[in-house]
Nanobody, 119 residues
């Protein structure tokens, strides 16, 4: 399974971006999907996760109220809407799919997309 994260870019503080995660060769409909990020010199951290049917959603405290994770109706993509971006949100963002339907037990990882937020 190949996951691909896209939608990153260079924005100013307060702007918005929408990231997308798609799977090549399979659907994401049966698996939990998560977004992670890794800033320079820091460890990768969990940002948000969504269960297979969207019934379970989890966010890191640092992004609650600003980021929204969602699935499209065809379940082929998972999105991360990022609003009110801050310079500290600057990182490479990765998506991952879980082994099962819930959030956690991450198994497949995609290549990341760079988000840079200028002050």
């Amino acid at each position: 399974v190949q996951l691909q994260a896209s939608g990153g870019g260079l924005v100013q503080a307060g702007d918005s971006l929408r990231l997308s995660c798609t799977a090549r060769g399979r659907t994401l409909s049966n698996n939990g999907v998560g977004w992670f990020r890794q800033a320079p010199g820091k460890e990768r951290e969990f940002v948000a996760g969504i269960s297979w049917n969207g019934g379970g959603i989890s966010y890191a405290d640092s992004v609650k109220g600003r980021f929204t994770i969602s699935r499209d109706r065809g379940q082929s993509s998972v999105h991360l809407q990022m609003n009110s971006l801050k310079p500290e949100d600057t990182a490479v963002y990765y998506c991952a799919s879980a082994r099962g339907p819930n959030i956690g037990n991450w198994h497949y990882w995609g290549q990341g997309t760079l988000v840079t937020v200028s002050s």
